[in-house]
């Protein structure tokens, strides 16, 4: 098994669903997002928020895992922010962007989530890189 952190692995993950949480919030972009994905209040009050927070999580730090392991040991910052930014935005975005042409969801949905997605991969990419 590849050298990795699991510290590192776990601030990272953690890291990534803080982010998601205020990428996703009032704040930010939480009311554009429930409009452009056409979920109302009611919707959204109806899922199980336990679940949903839970699984989220766990596929945060799943995601900073195997960053890691793709990175490697003691990555240099450069190489942790510009992978994390290309992972982001050309593993993940663009693949959720061709979905989301077949699906014809809005440009601004795509901004939203793959913005985010960009900001999370570079974010672990930059702690996985910092952590001594």
């Not at 692995?9 to 554009?32: D, E, N, T």
């Not at 240099?76 to 979905?99: E, I």
Request: charged share 10%.
């Amino acid at each position: 098994m590849p050298e990795y952190n699991l510290l590192a692995v776990i601030v990272a993950g953690i890291a990534s669903f803080i982010l998601g949480g205020l990428w996703y919030s009032p704040m930010l972009f939480g009311k554009a997002w429930q409009r452009e994905a056409g979920l109302s209040d009611e919707q959204l009050a109806r899922g199980n928020m336990a679940m949903i927070f839970g699984t989220s999580f766990v596929l945060c730090v799943l995601a900073a895992w195997v960053f890691a392991l793709f990175l490697g040991p003691r990555p240099p910052v450069a190489f942790g922010l510009g992978a994390g930014f290309a992972a982001g935005a050309f593993w993940v975005a663009s693949s959720f962007g061709v979905n989301y042409l077949f699906e014809r969801k809005s440009l601004k949905l795509f901004a939203i989530n793959g913005g985010y997605h960009t900001l999370q991969f570079t974010l672990i990419g930059l702690i996985l890189a910092l952590w001594p």
